[in-house]
């Protein structure tokens, strides 16, 4: 079993102490999870050994980084179980049997806790199980772990979680990001090679870029949102992430597809062709590079880093061209208001009425009141209060509609820009992950880190964020952009970018 564990499972999970003294601190380019697969189907790795080593690994290590709200243990077992079952049978290639993976928990899993990172929903178990999740277990996967989150998705550092901040694996005194950030913290720390997020303005690709990991937000409606607990629900998608962009695309061809119980799901084209990736041709693609700098003030470390990767794809065929997007100026303005706005719709379900937690009185409107100010954290309270302002008699046309119209002129510049362009190329941050604490208590700076992210939400756009390098020691993320329903395309892309690259890999994971 020690052969075993040293070819196909720690090398794969980052925390073997010869992969960072022989490889030099960056991965290997074959997928995790394909390399995972390999050991099951020849029969040297069982679900179960997977299962339950993650589950060892979450135990040993999650105590300084938190990046798990519950462990799902008994699940995990059963569902490993099912898959060596699968597996004995030498006929299913599903790509995901028998590989661990960790859910945010605001995703709906049957007979599980369903907490979203707030007290109000503290032990609440969960009647039934979203779509992606289900399509997940339907191909063989095997959820181990739920992964902590700022509260209700809202929350760009992964601070706002009511049970404890997540840390980032790469310097336990930084934060990981958010909302997402258990789930990014979770695939960078080795625990699983893939995870689910949500993405409303970022919360996939920002965590994803502070923990060195890839996480894709796709075009809206590729992922079906039914069972995934509504935050602004115009602009929530659920986003895969891994290190690997290769695993991302596995993710997309067994997740997507029309849902029934979503009437914004669509059919994405080509999505079962993402099982065998193969590389964009660089050579004649436009990539406008937008910079943000007249948004807000870039690293140098981070613009170097950057400027990497521009030179790396137009030294391999791409026509790189500067661009400016007038529409960004006002995205991040946008986003906050139409944010707000339905997150004091959509939280309004939280009462302690019909479920949750409650703080009980005699006069209902007391219980109510007590029951959110009890259970509800800050930031929760901050959005629902900015939102109901924004919605109310006298200010609805002046700040909602106007920013409805904002985001069809911005929705409609982004399309004109792509007549022109192939793809887009930004920063995913201005900086890389900040100190803990470090912006708590200023909610304007901490709504800019959403500032080069929200643009494709607010298009309906998919966007993915991939590593691009280290600025003194933490990571650095760029984020492609593509058109509408390109999502085959942008994975290809970022896919061909890393096999043109290195990804780095924390060297202080093995001493957690």
Same mark, same amino acid.
């Given at each position: 079993m020690e052969t075993v564990t040293l070819k196909y499972f720690d090398r794969y999970f980052y925390a073997l102490h010869i992969e960072f003294k022989y490889r030099k601190g960056f991965l290997m380019k074959k997928s995790p999870v394909a390399s995972l697969r390999e050991g099951l189907d020849s029969g040297d790795l069982s679900a179960e050994f997977l299962a339950v080593h993650s589950i060892e690994k979450i135990n040993k290590m999650d105590g300084r980084i938190n990046a798990i709200s519950v462990e799902m243990r008994e699940l995990a077992i059963k569902t490993a179980r099912a898959a060596d079952g699968r597996l004995?049978?030498?006929?299913?290639?599903?790509?995901?049997?028998?590989?661990?993976?960790?859910?945010?928990?605001?995703?709906? #899993?049957?007979?599980?806790?369903?907490?979203?990172?707030?007290?109000?929903?503290?032990?609440?178990?969960?009647?039934?199980?979203?779509?992606?999740?289900?399509?997940?277990?339907?191909?063989?996967?095997?959820?181990?772990?739920?992964?902590?989150?700022?509260?209700?998705?809202?929350?760009?550092?992964?601070?706002?979680?009511?049970?404890?901040?997540?840390?980032?694996p790469w310097d336990t005194t930084k934060v990981a990001g958010?909302?997402?950030?258990?789930?990014?913290?979770?695939?960078?720390?080795?625990?699983?090679?893939?995870?689910?997020?949500?993405?409303?303005? $970022?919360?996939?690709?920002?965590?994803?870029?502070? #923990?060195?990991?890839?996480a894709f937000r796709p075009t809206y409606g590729v992922l079906s949102r039914y069972g995934i607990t509504a935050m602004a629900s115009s602009l929530d998608q659920v986003g895969p992430m891994a290190r690997h962009v290769e695993d991302i695309a596995l993710g997309i061809s067994v997740m997507a597809g029309i849902d029934p119980n979503d009437s914004t799901s669509l059919e994405l084209q080509g999505a079962s062709d993402l099982v065998q990736l193969v590389p964009l041709d660089l050579k004649g693609l436009k990539i406008g590079y937008f910079a943000g700098d007249n948004l807000k003030a870039i690293q140098p470390a981070v613009k170097a880093c950057v400027s990497n990767a521009l030179e790396t794809l137009e030294a391999n065929g791409a026509e790189i061209v500067d661009i400016d997007l007038p529409c960004a100026s006002y995205a991040l303005e946008t986003y906050c208001l139409l944010n707000t706005a339905e997150v004091s719709s959509n939280l309004s379900r939280f009462d302690g009425i019909r479920y949750g937690n409650r703080v009980p009185t005699d006069n209902l409107a007391?219980?109510?009141?007590?029951? =959110?100010?009890?259970?509800? $954290?800050?930031?929760? %309270?901050?959005?629902?209060?900015?939102?109901?302002? #924004?919605?109310?008699?006298?200010?609805?046309?002046?700040?909602?509609? %106007?920013?409805?119209?904002?985001?069809?002129?911005?929705?409609?510049?982004?399309?004109?820009?792509?007549?022109?362009?192939?793809?887009?190329?930004?920063?995913?941050?201005?900086?890389?992950?900040?100190?803990?604490?470090?912006?708590?208590?200023?909610?304007?700076?901490?709504?800019?880190?959403?500032?080069?992210?929200?643009?494709?939400?607010?298009?309906?756009?998919?966007?993915?964020?991939?590593?691009?390098?280290?600025?003194? $020691?933490?990571?650095?993320?760029?984020?492609?952009?593509?058109? =509408?329903?390109?999502? #085959?395309?942008?994975?290809?892309?970022?896919?061909?970018?890393?096999?043109?690259?290195?990804?780095?890999?924390?060297?202080?994971?093995?001493?957690?």
């Open positions: 004995r049978s030498n006929s299913d290639k599903s790509p995901f049997l028998g590989i661990p993976v960790v859910i945010k928990d605001n995703m709906a #899993c049957s007979g599980q806790y369903f907490q979203n990172g707030s007290k109000i929903t503290k032990k609440f178990i969960s009647p039934f199980t979203a779509t992606v999740i289900n399509r997940l277990l339907s191909a063989g996967a095997v959820p181990v772990a739920r992964a902590a989150m700022d509260e209700f998705a809202m929350g760009s550092s992964g601070e706002f979680h009511a049970f404890g901040p997540t840390r980032n958010g909302s997402s950030s258990g789930s990014a913290a979770a695939v960078a720390a080795g625990y699983v090679p893939f995870a689910l997020g949500s993405d409303t303005g $970022g919360s996939v690709r920002l965590p994803g870029a502070f #923990c060195g990991i890839s007391d219980m109510i009141a007590k029951t =959110r100010n009890t259970n509800l $954290g800050l930031e929760a %309270k901050r959005r629902i209060l900015l939102g109901t302002f #924004c919605l109310s008699k006298g200010h609805f046309d002046a700040y909602y509609l %106007k920013a409805l119209r904002a985001r069809n002129a911005i929705t409609l510049s982004v399309m004109e820009i792509f007549n022109s362009l192939d793809f887009i190329l930004t920063p995913v941050s201005p900086i890389t992950a900040f100190t803990l604490g470090e912006k708590v208590t200023d909610p304007l700076e901490m709504y800019t880190m959403d500032i080069l992210t929200v643009l494709p939400a607010l298009a309906d756009i998919p966007a993915l964020a991939v590593p691009a390098g280290l600025a003194n $020691g933490l990571p650095v993320g760029i984020q492609f952009i593509g058109p =509408r329903l390109s999502d #085959c395309s942008l994975l290809r892309l970022g896919y061909t970018f890393q096999q043109l690259t290195t990804i780095p890999i924390s060297t202080t994971i093995e001493s957690l």
